[in-house]
């Protein structure tokens, strides 16, 4: 047998290896059932997976407050991963928040 032969019999070996791996795994997580969806926190309580203290929740929001000079409502906070998150991800932060310029508003500079 030539070492073409022996190269693709190993290759569509070793995919059907995995596509079988893959199909089991599927038919596992199936009869283990779809996993529970959270339900939002009544208004006034705290969600219990809250990452963030009430200070940081009260210092974020009077920053917002400071930036915009009117009325707003926070609908989600996100940490950002650390400087180890990579390069490319890093640039597109910077361009997005460099592109949400505020108008002045007059007397104020």
């Known amino acids: 047998m030539s070492i073409s032969v022996?190269?693709?019999v190993a290759v569509f070996s070793v995919l059907g290896l995995v596509a079988l791996v893959v199909k089991l795994l599927g038919v596992l997580d199936a009869r283990?059932?779809?996993a529970p969806v959270p339900t939002p926190a009544p208004a006034g309580q705290r969600p219990p997976n809250q990452?963030?203290?009430d200070l940081t929740l009260v210092l974020i929001t009077a920053a917002?407050?400071?930036v915009i000079q009117g009325r707003y409502r926070i609908r989600q906070i996100t940490r950002v991963p650390d400087a180890r998150s990579g390069a490319w991800s890093q640039q597109g932060r910077a361009i997005?928040?460099?592109s949400h310029i505020l108008p002045q508003r007059e007397g104020s500079k």
Do not use: E, Q, R
Request: net charge negative; glycine share 20%; hydrophobic share 45%.
């Open 32 to 34: 283990l059932g779809p």
């Open 6 to 8: 022996v190269g693709f």
């Open 51 to 53: 990452s963030i203290d």
């Open 96 to 98: 997005l928040l460099g």
């Open 64 to 66: 917002c407050a400071t």
